[in-house]
Every structure is written in structure tokens, then in C-alpha cells.
């Protein structure tokens, strides 16, 4: 287990860019996948990016080009870099640390941040 603490949400306006910080209470080097979920309002929760410690990236389609999740081990840290927001992309924005076993079941397993609210709008 491992606790989690995301930042960088707020209100940005549809095209505008933010960065969401997810920072571990402990190395991170060697979990087997960081993730991010959201969850919009009315919505179920929605896996949006992965990096395995293969180094293998994974997204959902709807933010693919527009979205790069990456991570600094030195500073135990995830990041998802979001630019061309939409609307569609509000949302409260979960990181999730895992292993193998955890990542294939999905939500609700692994280590859950408190979420950072994300607002598209103008």
C-alpha cells in the first residue's frame, strides 16, 4: 500500500492546459502500474492513462493526443499533463498505484488518492 496525494486540478477554460501531480508516500520505481481514473458527474469511474514500470503507455481513446501521463521516480511522482481540454473532460481526477493482479482487476482495487477536481468551462 502505498498513500497518494493529487494537486493541480482547478478551472481552466475549453482549450487551455493543466498538469495533475500525483505524489506517493514512498518509491514508486517499482509499482507495476500508475494510472489515472476520473469520474465525471453522473458518471462511472473511467481509467484515462497508465505507465507501466515497462515503460508501456496506455490511454482511453477520448484523450489520446491530448493527454501524457509520465513520472519522476527521484520525486516519487506521476504526473498527467492535459492539454486542448474539453468540457467533456470535468471531472474528478484519481491517481491509482497497483500491481499486476490489482491493475487487471481495475476500480476499486490498488491505492486511491483523494481526487483533484478538474473543471473545463468557459
Known amino acids: 500500500q502505498v498513500h497518494l496525494v493529487e494537486s493541480g486540478g482547478g478551472l481552466v477554460q475549453p482549450g487551455g492546459s493543466l498538469r495533475l501531480s500525483c505524489t506517493g508516500s514512498?518509491?514508486?520505481?517499482?509499482?507495476?502500474?500508475m494510472s489515472w481514473y476520473r469520474q465525471g458527474p453522473g458518471k462511472q469511474r473511467e481509467l484515462v492513462a497508465t505507465?507501466?514500470?515497462?515503460?508501456?503507455?496506455n490511454y482511453v481513446d477520448s484523450v489520446k493526443g491530448r493527454f501524457t501521463i509520465s513520472r519522476d521516480n527521484a520525486k516519487n511522482t506521476v504526473y498527467l499533463q492535459m492539454n486542448s481540454l474539453k468540457p467533456e473532460d470535468t471531472a474528478v481526477y484519481y491517481c491509482?498505484?497497483?500491481?499486476?493482479?490489482?491493475?487487471?482487476?481495475?476500480?476499486?482495487?490498488?491505492?486511491w488518492g483523494q481526487g483533484t477536481q478538474v473543471t473545463v468551462s468557459s
Open positions: 491509482n498505484a497497483a500491481g499486476l493482479k490489482d491493475y487487471d482487476l481495475g476500480f476499486p482495487f490498488g491505492s
Open positions: 514512498r518509491s514508486i520505481a517499482s509499482i507495476y502500474a
Open positions: 505507465l507501466l514500470s515497462t515503460g508501456r503507455l
